[in-house]
């Protein structure tokens, strides 16, 4: 409510919630005439409630913020003036993390360096868990088109489930097929989003589960690319990741079996496994 760019459309959607959060939007929503509410009579989980408020969105450009983060006032408008450049999938932001904002460290400066970079680069680290790259969207701002045509609410898979109601997986979906489909995304290296950590937050809740939803994520998206090198940067990563966690050697095919639906292409397991210890030793 406080951006400086004060266009805003601002769609609410309590999911069900059980304390005083809807009086709350229904006060705050009588003195703004730009917050539209939704109500839901039963839990859908994030990924559906998600979806419900990016089909009720209107305008040009729309993100996701989620319940416990924060947006600095000027990220609209400094994320907005560069998707008018028309290779530019999205804009995303350094973020603050961390109890409070005073106190959160930065990640996802990405070198420090802000401006237009080409997809291809962004791919190639996103395609590997080592947290130099946001899962989360609640700091990039898309088009609406696309966040429509590429917010998916589960994922095939083998072994890992409840895509739509942790939404581990689906959040990083939204980037990597956004960016697949444009020359270039934008970056700034400036913090303009704070992701709170607290004890209640997913990410606390379900920490292993979701290492393997975003694993997934990251297979399928690399599995439905026609270049095999998604695929290969994607599972040798994560292979690489597992072997080094564990300390001892984890057999590829059966690491295939859990994440490889028979229907999917299957990595070279040379080539995966070199990615992946590449990124590694990187």
Same mark, same amino acid.
């Given at each position: 409510?406080?951006?400086? @760019?004060?266009?805003?459309?601002? !769609?609410? %959607?309590?999911?069900?919630?059980?304390?005083?959060?809807?009086?709350?939007?229904?006060?705050? *929503?009588?003195?703004?005439?730009?917050?539209?509410?939704?109500?839901?009579?039963?839990?859908?989980?994030?990924?559906?409630?998600?979806?419900?408020?990016?089909?009720?969105?209107?305008?040009?450009?729309?993100?996701?913020?989620?319940?416990?983060? @924060?947006?600095?006032? %000027?990220?609209?408008?400094?994320?907005?003036?560069?998707?008018?450049?028309?290779?530019?999938?999205? !804009?995303?932001?350094? !973020?603050?993390?961390?109890?409070?904002?005073?106190?959160? #460290?930065?990640?996802?400066? @990405?070198?420090? #360096?802000?401006? +237009?970079?080409?997809?291809?680069?962004?791919?190639?680290?996103?395609? !590997?868990?080592?947290?130099?790259?946001?899962?989360?969207?609640?700091?990039?701002?898309?088009?609406? *088109?696309?966040?429509?045509?590429?917010?998916?609410?589960?994922?095939? %898979?083998?072994?890992?489930?409840?895509?739509?109601?942790?939404?581990?997986?689906?959040?990083?979906?939204?980037?990597?097929?956004? *960016? *697949?489909?444009?020359?270039?995304?934008?970056?700034?290296?400036?913090?303009?989003?704070?992701?709170?950590?607290?004890?209640?937050?997913?990410?606390?809740?379900?920490?292993?589960?979701?290492? +393997?939803?975003?694993?997934?994520?990251?297979?399928?998206?690399?599995?439905?690319?026609?270049?095999?090198?998604?695929?290969? #940067?994607?599972?040798?990563?994560?292979?690489?990741?597992?072997? +080094?966690?564990?300390?001892?050697?984890?057999?590829?095919?059966?690491?295939?079996?859990?994440?490889? %639906?028979?229907?999917?292409?299957?990595?070279?397991?040379?080539?995966?496994?070199?990615?992946?210890?590449?990124?590694?030793?990187?």
């Amino acid at each position: 409510m406080d951006q400086t @760019w004060s266009d805003l459309d601002i !769609v609410i %959607s309590d999911n069900c919630s059980t304390d005083q959060t809807w009086a709350i939007c229904e006060s705050v *929503a009588r003195w703004d005439g730009r917050i539209r509410l939704l109500r839901n009579d039963a839990n859908l989980g994030p990924v559906r409630n998600w979806k419900q408020c990016v089909d009720a969105a209107r305008g040009e450009f729309a993100m996701l913020l989620f319940s416990d983060d @924060w947006l600095n006032p %000027s990220f609209v408008e400094r994320t907005a003036a560069l998707l008018e450049d028309p290779e530019i999938a999205f !804009v995303f932001t350094a !973020v603050k993390h961390g109890a409070e904002p005073e106190r959160g #460290r930065v990640l996802y400066a @990405w070198g420090g #360096r802000s401006g +237009k970079v080409s997809s291809r680069r962004y791919l190639r680290d996103a395609m !590997v868990h080592n947290g130099v790259l946001p899962c989360s969207p609640g700091a990039t701002l898309f088009r609406l *088109a696309d966040l429509r045509k590429h917010l998916v609410t589960d994922i095939p %898979s083998p072994s890992v489930c409840g895509f739509a109601e942790h939404g581990a997986g689906p959040d990083l979906l939204l980037s990597l097929r956004t *960016a *697949a489909e444009y020359p270039a995304v934008a970056h700034i290296a400036e913090p303009l989003a704070y992701f709170r950590d607290h004890a209640d937050s997913i990410s606390h809740m379900h920490g292993k589960q979701l290492e +393997k939803a975003y694993a997934q994520a990251r297979i399928w998206f690399g599995a439905m690319q026609a270049d095999p090198q998604w695929l290969n #940067r994607a599972f040798g990563g994560y292979w690489a990741q597992q072997m +080094k966690a564990t300390r001892g050697w984890v057999n590829p095919k059966n690491l295939a079996a859990e994440f490889l %639906s028979p229907e999917m292409p299957h990595p070279e397991y040379a080539r995966a496994l070199l990615h992946g210890l590449r990124r590694v030793f990187d």
